[in-house]
């Protein structure tokens, strides 16, 4: 399968900090990049998404950096919570399914 | 329900047994996946289906895996003659469109085998 490296694998990070969790991909036919979010116990849920015709999208704290040159891409949570605490995973699109990274488990401590 | 429902929600084996794992997709959604997590590691694609048809089969790690979909509905996933490196989650999603160009996957609660 085609790879889609994910880092850190995993960040701890204060109350109110930022979190940045980064992906590189290989195939440059990939249009569409998710990340989704997932509590233990559970299936991973759509957080926020772009395609590659534009450099960033934000949504409320969460915002998406696309780097279509450099093939990277990367999640940024601003003012961090303990309710944000989760793994998240990136993925690309492209055709039929979506390949995701290996996963980051974000711990927002008080 | 609204949502994808998966199950069992956890299944204890023993080596050399065969399991069914079963998925609901949520209502008239055309496209259906499955994807499994192994402890620690990402979501890896088993197979994708468009209707009842399987277009793309290339996650299935061996022929002990099998898939089928019937009623443009239910999903089952078989594993015969389970071995130990088959424990993981088996995560179920399904979508409207294709889930790599039109977007969301919507996951259900997934069911996690162990094979003793």
């Known amino acids: 399968q085609q790879q889609v490296k994910q880092s850190p694998q995993s960040l701890i990070v204060q109350k109110g900090g930022i979190s940045i969790i980064n992906c590189a991909y290989e195939?440059?036919?990939?249009?569409?990049f998710p990340w989704y979010q997932q509590f233990p116990g559970k299936g991973p849920a759509l957080l926020i998404a772009?395609?590659?015709?534009?450099s960033e999208k934000k949504e409320g704290r969460f915002t998406i950096s696309f780097n279509k040159s450099a093939k990277q891409f990367s999640l940024h949570i601003m003012d961090s919570q303990p309710g944000d605490s989760a793994t998240y995973f990136c993925?690309?699109?492209?055709?039929?399914?979506?390949?995701f990274g290996t996963g980051t488990q974000l711990k927002v401590e008080l | 329900g609204a949502g994808v429902s998966q199950s069992p929600s956890n299944k204890v084996t023993e080596k050399g047994k065969d399991v069914e794992l079963r998925c609901d997709p949520i209502?008239?959604?055309?496209?259906l996946y499955w994807y499994r997590q192994r402890l620690g590691q990402g979501l890896e694609f088993l197979i994708y289906?468009?209707?009842?048809?399987?277009?793309?089969k290339s996650g299935l790690p061996s022929d002990r895996f099998s898939a089928e979909r019937t009623g443009e509905s239910v999903s089952t996933l078989t594993i015969q003659r389970t071995q130990q490196e088959d424990s993981a989650v088996y995560l179920c999603?399904?979508?409207?469109?294709?889930?790599?160009?039109?977007?969301?996957?919507?996951f259900g609660e997934g069911s996690r085998l162990t094979v003793l």
């Open positions: 999603a399904s979508s409207v469109g294709l889930a790599g160009v039109q977007g969301e996957l919507f």
């Open positions: 195939n440059t036919a990939f249009d569409y």
């Open positions: 772009i395609r590659p015709d534009v």
């Open positions: 993925a690309t699109g492209g055709g039929n399914k979506l390949t």
């Open positions: 209502s008239g959604h055309t496209a």
């Open positions: 289906f468009q209707g009842n048809s399987a277009p793309d």
